[in-house]
């Protein structure tokens, strides 16, 4: 009787349409979008983007285009984007939220926040970003210290390293102030390896030990990155980051973090003076702002 049932549902849901036989009644073309990480997003709309300029050289583009032979015309390379600030809103985020991030992705769409927040021209944005810029360096020296005494100590140690192993003068001299050990018998150390042997009772345990310390340190790191703790650079960054949303509130927080962490180790370009468009200048030397046009959002 059971079996009669079961088998009875079983014909009786087959005749039904598919449509109805899936969960929660959707049909193949009404599921749920999937949604995807950011990173990848980003990448996935980014990717067209970058291989545009490879389709538009091969020789179909270039006759579709007016090119005889090939490659860009000079319609495509009068089109062609030359400054950040020609860029659109959506190129800049993609740009700002890739791995690495932009600096001058995030300071231009820092300063197209300024022009919306004060309503002002980009000239006038730009001397905002000056000011941001002189702000969130201030405290650059300082961070960078730990970093400039870690390259040089590394720098140091490791150039030092191969005199104190393989130059018979200085072995003897580091010998006699610090490790007296007993000397070599006469003619072993005539050569460099000869002298390498000597110097190696002494120079492997701490060689070793520092090298076993940084494999150690590296394998934490890597476990500490699992575990999601930020290093202590990550802190650093975040730190500057809120320092400056809370001098500047008035501008977007998100828009201010990108371009704080990215200005907060590398801060040669942060103020955008060098890196002006060539329009801008233009406009200042044909007569002042009136002539200033805004960028492409």
Known sequence: LLSGRHNAR???????????????????????????????????????????????????????????????????????????????????????????????????????????????????????????????????????????????????????????????ELAMSFNRHYVMAPLPDEGGTDTLLEVGIWTWQWMEPPLGTFSFFLLCAQFGAQQRANLGIKPFTARLRSRKANQLCAAFPQYDRSILRDYAKAICFDDADADGLDNEPLWLERSRAAGGRDNVKTPSM
């Open 10 to 168: 079983k014909e009786m849901a087959c005749r039904l349409p598919r449509s109805a036989r899936r969960p929660w009644g959707f049909s193949a073309a009404a599921r749920p979008p999937t949604l995807l990480p950011p990173t990848l997003l980003a990448r996935q709309r980014i990717a067209p983007l970058l291989s545009a300029p490879r389709a538009c050289s091969s020789g179909t583009a270039a006759g579709a285009n007016g090119g005889s032979k090939g490659g860009p015309t000079r319609e495509m390379v009068r089109e062609m984007p030359r400054h950040i600030s020609e860029l659109s809103g959506e190129m800049l985020f993609l740009m700002t939220k890739t791995q690495g991030g932009s600096l001058i992705a995030s300071r231009e769409r820092l300063r197209r926040d300024i022009m919306w927040v004060d309503d002002v021209d980009y000239e006038a944005a730009g001397v905002r970003i000056v000011e941001i810029a002189r702000y969130g360096t201030g405290e650059s020296a300082l961070l960078k210290a730990p970093y400039y005494a870690g390259w040089v100590t590394a720098q140091a140690a490791g150039w030092a390293s191969i005199p104190l192993v393989f130059s018979l």
